[in-house]
Nanobody, 120 residues
Framework: QVQLVESGGGLVQAGGSLRLSCAGS????????MGWYRQAPGKQREFGAL???????NYADSMKGRFTISRDNAKNTVYLQMNSLKPEDTAVYYC??????????????WGQGTQVTVSS
């Protein structure tokens, strides 16, 4: 079983930056594809970014060029660096771990989420 705990969310002004962290426990995360999803108020949870065990990345169009996903297997942690934040990035951000390398298959594990609010 994998437990995931996100941190780093908060309130930021438009144009600002935040770095989210997701710490794993229970199992080493290096074998999993790690991802970040988000859910805005009144909307469904949507895919944001993923990084495979080999380091390949995949981003939703909404995150390309502004967000960067990375992982530190030694720390069992995955990160999401978010730059040039916009009010429409406001959402609860969820960390995920899974065996699939594509966002077409739902992850196996989820964190509890961390709130990101971008003010205009």
């Amino acid at each position: 079983q994998v437990q995931l705990v996100e941190s780093g969310g908060g309130l930021v002004q438009a144009g600002g930056s935040l770095r989210l962290s997701c710490a794993g426990s229970g199992r080493a995360l290096n074998i999993y594809t790690m991802g970040w999803y988000r859910q805005a108020p009144g909307k469904q949870r949507e895919f944001g970014a993923l990084i495979t065990s080999r380091g390949s990345t995949n981003y939703a169009d909404s995150m390309k060029g502004r967000f960067t996903i990375s992982r530190d297997n030694a720390k069992n942690t995955v990160y999401l660096q978010m730059n040039s934040l916009k009010p429409e990035d406001t959402a609860v951000y969820y960390c995920s771990a899974g065996v699939s390398t594509t966002p077409l298959t739902p992850p196996n594990y989820w964190g509890q989420g961390t709130q990101v609010t971008v003010s205009s």
